[in-house]
């Protein structure tokens, strides 16, 4: 997201980048080191693979490699236990333009894994929700055979996103469970939206004052 100076308002809690569904939110702490600051970067696929002590590579926006540098440590907030937030330590020349971790190496293709074998439970399928495979599987073989039942016990698919990503791979464990595709019923497609403020219905334009 858009880099913004909060030095003078933020207390370092780190809710705004454990909330955030598209990971797209990080912190940058100088107040212990203005020259090698701490980054806190979220995190929620293969969670075993990353470790205190653990060097990492560090992407930008574009998924170019910063470099390799040590976990710090690893937190998690009570109120948002499925996003693991890890902090390391970068030069200030970086700092801002991390993004986010790199575990497999770049010759390994994550979709040759995937075709090999499932993902694990613990790994997020809708990320707007927050819904792993784990959570995906049980439902499933406690007879769900139904998308639109599956969103209502799980929410996956429930998010902004419109179930973009989680869709497919929810398709991929009904097969990977052994669930013939003619037994379940698809979702529901809704039409898309747009948010519309309160205003203008009211005839208020945007920067006008009403008492």
């Known amino acids: 997201m858009p880099y913004r100076d909060t ?3 933020c207390t370092g809690c780190l809710n705004c980048v454990a909330i955030c569904p598209g990971l797209a939110t990080t912190l940058v702490d100088y107040r212990k ?3 090698l600051p701490t980054v806190t970067l979220p995190y929620e696929l293969w969670r075993e693979s990353v470790e205190v002590g ?3 590579p560090v992407t930008d926006k574009d998924g170019a490699i910063l470099g390799h540098f040590p976990v710090q440590k690893i937190r998690v907030k009570k109120k948002y236990p499925k996003t693991l937030l890890v902090q390391i330590q970068m030069n200030k020349k970086f700092a801002k333009k ?20 499932p993902l694990p439970d613990e790994a997020v ?17 406690n007879g ?31 097969q990977e469970e052994g669930i013939d595709p003619g037994q379940v019923t698809d979702r529901v497609d809704r039409p898309l939206f ?9 005839g208020i334009k945007e920067g006008e004052r009403h008492e």
Not at 101 to 113: A, D, F, N
Not at 145 to 172: F, Q
Not at 194 to 202: C, N, R, S, T
Request: a positive charge; aromatic letters at 6%; proline letters at 6%.
């Open 7 to 9: 030095s003078q308002e």
């Open 33 to 35: 080191n203005k020259d």
């Open 54 to 56: 653990q060097p990492v």
């Open 98 to 117: 991390a993004v986010g971790i790199r575990v497999l190496e770049p010759q390994i293709e994550p979709s040759t894994i995937y075709e090999k074998e």
């Open 125 to 141: 399928i809708c990320r707007c929700e927050r819904v792993t495979a784990g959570e995906i599987r049980t439902a499933l073989r």
């Open 144 to 174: 769900v055979r139904d998308m639109n039942h599956l969103k209502a016990i799980t929410r996956s698919g429930m998010g902004s996103c419109g179930s973009k990503t989680c869709r497919p791979m929810i398709w991929r464990i009904f």
């Open 194 to 202: 747009v948010e519309v403020p309160l205003g203008y219905f009211a």
